[in-house]
Protein backbone atom coordinates (compact mmCIF):
# COMPACT_ATOMS: atom_id res chain seq x y z
CA UNK A 1 0.00 0.00 0.00
CA UNK A 2 0.96 3.68 -0.54
CA UNK A 3 2.08 5.46 2.82
CA UNK A 4 3.35 9.00 3.68
CA UNK A 5 3.98 9.69 7.77
CA UNK A 6 4.90 12.93 9.41
CA UNK A 7 4.53 13.51 12.94
CA UNK A 8 1.10 14.55 14.26
CA UNK A 9 2.54 17.67 16.11
CA UNK A 10 5.65 19.80 16.74
CA UNK A 11 6.70 22.54 19.07
CA UNK A 12 8.82 25.21 18.59
CA UNK A 13 9.85 29.03 19.64
CA UNK A 14 9.78 32.14 17.77
CA UNK A 15 13.27 32.72 15.82
CA UNK A 16 13.89 29.57 16.11
CA UNK A 17 14.49 26.86 13.64
CA UNK A 18 12.13 23.58 13.11
CA UNK A 19 12.23 20.63 11.00
CA UNK A 20 9.65 18.83 9.94
CA UNK A 21 9.99 15.28 8.15
CA UNK A 22 8.37 12.72 5.69
CA UNK A 23 8.44 9.58 4.98
CA UNK A 24 7.17 8.09 2.12
CA UNK A 25 6.21 4.76 0.28
CA UNK A 26 4.52 4.56 -2.87
CA UNK A 27 3.98 2.89 -6.20
CA UNK A 28 6.06 5.09 -7.94
CA UNK A 29 7.56 8.71 -7.85
CA UNK A 30 7.11 12.08 -9.73
CA UNK A 31 7.62 14.70 -7.25
CA UNK A 32 6.88 15.69 -3.54
CA UNK A 33 5.03 18.38 -2.25
CA UNK A 34 4.57 20.55 0.80
CA UNK A 35 1.62 22.88 1.40
CA UNK A 36 0.45 25.22 4.45
CA UNK A 37 -2.63 25.28 6.16
CA UNK A 38 -4.08 27.75 8.18
CA UNK A 39 -6.92 26.31 10.32
CA UNK A 40 -10.39 27.08 8.32
CA UNK A 41 -8.59 27.81 5.06
CA UNK A 42 -7.40 25.28 2.02
CA UNK A 43 -3.81 24.39 1.50
CA UNK A 44 -1.56 26.76 -0.46
CA UNK A 45 1.74 25.35 -1.96
CA UNK A 46 4.96 26.03 -0.28
CA UNK A 47 7.29 23.89 -2.04
CA UNK A 48 8.01 21.08 -4.76
CA UNK A 49 10.94 18.35 -4.82
CA UNK A 50 11.32 15.97 -7.67
CA UNK A 51 15.24 15.66 -7.87
CA UNK A 52 17.06 14.65 -4.92
CA UNK A 53 18.93 17.85 -2.43
CA UNK A 54 17.86 21.08 -1.19
CA UNK A 55 15.28 23.28 -2.03
CA UNK A 56 15.30 26.99 -0.85
CA UNK A 57 12.75 29.70 -0.62
CA UNK A 58 13.55 32.74 1.54
CA UNK A 59 12.36 31.21 4.74
CA UNK A 60 11.37 27.98 3.95
CA UNK A 61 13.65 25.06 2.42
CA UNK A 62 12.79 21.76 1.76
CA UNK A 63 15.09 18.35 0.85
CA UNK A 64 14.50 15.31 -0.75
CA UNK A 65 16.40 11.96 -0.87
CA UNK A 66 14.29 9.61 -3.46
CA UNK A 67 16.82 6.27 -2.37
CA UNK A 68 15.78 6.80 1.32
CA UNK A 69 12.06 7.76 0.81
CA UNK A 70 12.90 10.97 2.38
CA UNK A 71 11.91 14.90 2.67
CA UNK A 72 12.06 17.48 5.32
CA UNK A 73 10.33 20.71 5.36
CA UNK A 74 12.99 23.54 7.13
CA UNK A 75 11.48 26.92 8.62
CA UNK A 76 13.61 29.32 9.25
CA UNK A 77 12.95 32.36 11.90
CA UNK A 78 9.93 31.47 12.77
CA UNK A 79 7.23 33.69 13.16
CA UNK A 80 3.95 33.39 14.86
CA UNK A 81 2.15 33.25 11.69
CA UNK A 82 4.20 30.06 10.78
CA UNK A 83 1.49 28.42 13.24
CA UNK A 84 -0.16 26.17 11.15
CA UNK A 85 -0.63 22.64 9.58
CA UNK A 86 2.09 21.40 6.93
CA UNK A 87 1.41 18.45 4.42
CA UNK A 88 3.53 16.55 2.61
CA UNK A 89 2.42 14.83 -0.53
CA UNK A 90 3.89 12.39 -2.75
CA UNK A 91 3.11 12.37 -7.00
CA UNK A 92 2.44 8.33 -7.74
CA UNK A 93 3.03 6.68 -10.68
CA UNK A 94 -0.29 7.75 -11.91
CA UNK A 95 0.42 11.41 -11.23
CA UNK A 96 -2.23 11.34 -8.49
CA UNK A 97 -1.08 13.23 -4.80
CA UNK A 98 -0.86 10.87 -1.83
CA UNK A 99 -1.14 12.52 1.11
CA UNK A 100 0.76 12.66 4.90
CA UNK A 101 -1.66 13.28 7.79
CA UNK A 102 -0.32 16.77 8.32
CA UNK A 103 2.10 18.35 11.15
CA UNK A 104 0.10 20.55 13.59
CA UNK A 105 2.90 23.27 13.88
CA UNK A 106 2.90 25.35 17.23
CA UNK A 107 5.09 28.60 17.25
CA UNK A 108 5.55 29.64 21.26
CA UNK A 109 6.26 33.14 22.09
CA UNK B 1 0.35 32.24 -9.44
CA UNK B 2 -3.22 29.72 -10.84
CA UNK B 3 -6.24 31.80 -9.16
CA UNK B 4 -9.27 28.80 -8.57
CA UNK B 5 -12.49 30.08 -6.93
CA UNK B 6 -15.11 28.38 -4.74
CA UNK B 7 -18.83 29.21 -4.10
CA UNK B 8 -20.02 29.41 -1.77
CA UNK B 9 -17.46 30.00 1.17
CA UNK B 10 -19.80 28.94 3.48
CA UNK B 11 -23.46 27.46 3.37
CA UNK B 12 -25.99 26.34 5.99
CA UNK B 13 -28.93 23.93 4.64
CA UNK B 14 -31.43 21.61 6.26
CA UNK B 15 -31.10 17.55 6.65
CA UNK B 16 -32.69 16.33 3.16
CA UNK B 17 -32.25 18.89 1.02
CA UNK B 18 -29.20 19.28 -2.07
CA UNK B 19 -26.22 21.90 -2.19
CA UNK B 20 -24.48 22.78 -5.05
CA UNK B 21 -21.01 23.78 -4.97
CA UNK B 22 -18.91 25.68 -7.54
CA UNK B 23 -15.19 25.42 -8.22
CA UNK B 24 -13.90 27.52 -11.07
CA UNK B 25 -10.65 28.31 -12.34
CA UNK B 26 -9.90 31.75 -13.29
CA UNK B 27 -7.30 32.03 -15.34
CA UNK B 28 -6.26 28.49 -16.80
CA UNK B 29 -7.78 25.51 -18.38
CA UNK B 30 -8.37 22.92 -15.81
CA UNK B 31 -8.44 19.82 -17.46
CA UNK B 32 -8.17 17.97 -14.27
CA UNK B 33 -10.47 18.75 -11.41
CA UNK B 34 -9.91 16.88 -7.98
CA UNK B 35 -13.00 17.07 -4.56
CA UNK B 36 -11.41 16.79 -1.61
CA UNK B 37 -12.97 16.38 2.20
CA UNK B 38 -11.44 17.41 5.07
CA UNK B 39 -13.20 16.75 8.74
CA UNK B 40 -11.86 18.87 12.10
CA UNK B 41 -8.19 18.18 12.47
CA UNK B 42 -8.27 15.21 9.81
CA UNK B 43 -6.38 15.70 6.54
CA UNK B 44 -7.40 16.19 3.28
CA UNK B 45 -9.38 13.24 1.88
CA UNK B 46 -10.08 13.21 -1.80
CA UNK B 47 -13.47 12.01 -3.14
CA UNK B 48 -13.10 12.00 -6.37
CA UNK B 49 -11.15 13.17 -9.52
CA UNK B 50 -13.24 14.30 -12.86
CA UNK B 51 -11.71 14.89 -16.38
CA UNK B 52 -13.52 18.09 -18.78
CA UNK B 53 -16.64 15.86 -20.50
CA UNK B 54 -16.22 12.93 -18.59
CA UNK B 55 -17.73 10.91 -15.98
CA UNK B 56 -15.90 11.52 -12.62
CA UNK B 57 -13.91 8.92 -10.74
CA UNK B 58 -14.46 8.52 -7.51
CA UNK B 59 -12.27 6.85 -4.58
CA UNK B 60 -13.42 3.99 -2.47
CA UNK B 61 -16.34 5.02 -0.11
CA UNK B 62 -17.53 7.80 -1.81
CA UNK B 63 -20.97 7.35 -2.88
CA UNK B 64 -21.26 8.69 -6.13
CA UNK B 65 -25.29 9.14 -6.07
CA UNK B 66 -24.62 10.78 -3.33
CA UNK B 67 -21.79 13.15 -4.30
CA UNK B 68 -22.95 14.16 -8.04
CA UNK B 69 -20.14 15.87 -9.85
CA UNK B 70 -19.89 18.03 -13.03
CA UNK B 71 -17.09 18.47 -14.90
CA UNK B 72 -19.09 20.36 -18.15
CA UNK B 73 -16.13 22.42 -18.69
CA UNK B 74 -12.41 23.36 -18.66
CA UNK B 75 -13.21 25.90 -16.23
CA UNK B 76 -16.27 24.47 -14.01
CA UNK B 77 -16.73 21.94 -12.12
CA UNK B 78 -19.39 21.45 -9.82
CA UNK B 79 -20.43 18.73 -6.87
CA UNK B 80 -23.81 18.87 -5.27
CA UNK B 81 -24.40 17.20 -1.72
CA UNK B 82 -27.66 15.43 -2.21
CA UNK B 83 -29.93 14.53 0.27
CA UNK B 84 -27.41 16.09 3.12
CA UNK B 85 -27.06 14.74 6.30
CA UNK B 86 -25.66 16.24 9.52
CA UNK B 87 -22.55 13.95 8.67
CA UNK B 88 -21.76 15.32 5.52
CA UNK B 89 -20.87 18.66 7.56
CA UNK B 90 -17.51 19.14 6.38
CA UNK B 91 -14.92 21.21 4.38
CA UNK B 92 -14.78 20.58 1.25
CA UNK B 93 -11.92 22.00 -1.10
CA UNK B 94 -11.43 21.48 -4.93
CA UNK B 95 -8.36 21.99 -7.10
CA UNK B 96 -7.17 22.49 -10.33
CA UNK B 97 -5.12 21.17 -12.36
CA UNK B 98 -3.92 22.57 -16.02
CA UNK B 99 -3.37 19.39 -18.99
CA UNK B 100 -0.16 18.46 -18.01
CA UNK B 101 -0.11 15.67 -15.71
CA UNK B 102 2.82 16.68 -14.28
CA UNK B 103 1.60 19.89 -13.23
CA UNK B 104 0.94 21.62 -10.06
CA UNK B 105 -2.63 21.29 -8.58
CA UNK B 106 -3.82 24.67 -7.10
CA UNK B 107 -6.56 24.66 -4.35
CA UNK B 108 -9.76 26.56 -4.33
CA UNK B 109 -10.81 27.92 -1.07
CA UNK B 110 -12.76 25.72 0.34
CA UNK B 111 -16.30 25.42 1.31
CA UNK B 112 -17.20 24.79 4.80
CA UNK B 113 -20.95 22.87 4.58
CA UNK B 114 -23.02 22.35 7.79
CA UNK B 115 -26.00 20.46 7.52
CA UNK B 116 -28.55 20.91 10.67
Known amino acids: GQNIDQPTEMTATEGAIVQINCTYQ??????LFWYQQHAGEAPTFLSY??LDGLEEKGRFSSFLSRSKGYSYLLLKELQMKDSASYLC??????????WGAGTKLIIKP | GAVVSQHPSRVICKSGTSVKIECRSL??????MFWYRQFPKQSLMLMAT?????????EQGVEKDKFLINHASLTLSTLTVTSAHPEDSSFYIC????????????FGPGTRLTVT
Open chain 2, 50 to 58: SNEGSKATY
Open chain 2, 95 to 106: SARGQADWGEQY
Open chain 2, 27 to 32: DFQATT
Open chain 1, 26 to 31: TSGFNG
Open chain 1, 49 to 50: NV
Open chain 1, 89 to 98: AVRDSNYQLI
